[in-house]
């Protein structure tokens, strides 16, 4: 599933979802958006995500119905994260019945290395990830990185050549969303919790 982008002009800053004009055309995740904030008893969802456009450039290595779709989610546990999550499982879903091509997720858990306490919980965490994969009888890739968070999630996206990132977020304002707009190779949305 490809995401229609704003001129590149834009692509360096975040905007609301409801802002992009082409993103609410998209007719695939609509209703799976609306589908989204019903579950979550939430109205708002559409204006409030984040959604950092980047033009996709052909991949003239492979026959487009043999590349490897993937979709990249930032994980940390956090019920932001596991939303994200959700989506990306659900449009992995949709993806796999509308096209060829294989769908991976590639869940990403970053033990930031200032507080190295952290990777103790790497993986429960990512246990977790897996357990909602399954709810999905979905590809599920776990990666667990040390560094900066914005920089090893940019780093898989790069890696993996993935068409979208998710990741849970407050605002578009939220720093890591600031930290990815300059760094990331793919779109990214954010879902506010």
């Known amino acids: 599933m490809r995401l229609k982008s704003r001129p590149t002009a834009q692509s360096r800053r975040s905007v609301s979802v409801a802002d ?8 695939a995740l609509k209703p799976m958006i609306t589908r989204l904030e019903a579950a979550l008893g939430r109205s708002d969802l559409v204006q409030r995500m984040v959604l950092l456009p980047r033009p996709i450039k052909p991949d003239l290595e492979t026959h487009p119905d043999t590349k490897t779709i993937g979709f990249v989610v930032g994980f940390s546990g956090s019920a932001h994260s596991q939303a994200a999550l959700d989506l990306a499982l659900c449009m992995a879903h949709q993806t796999r019945l509308a096209k060829p091509n294989p769908v991976l997720v590639h869940v990403v858990y970053v033990v930031d290395k200032t507080r190295p306490k952290t ?28 560094g900066q968070v914005a920089t090893e999630l940019s780093q898989v996206a790069r890696e993996m050549k993935a068409e979208i990132m998710l990741l849970g977020c407050h605002s578009r304002k939220h720093l890591l969303v600031q930290q990815l707009a300059r760094q990331t190779p793919c779109s990214v949305l954010g879902l506010p919790g």
């Open 119 to 146: 990777i103790a919980n790497a993986d429960r965490i990512l246990w977790q990830a897996r357990c909602l994969a399954s709810e999905w009888r979905g590809a599920l890739d776990a990666h667990l990185r040390v």
């Open 20 to 27: 992009t004009p082409s993103f609410s055309e998209c007719i």
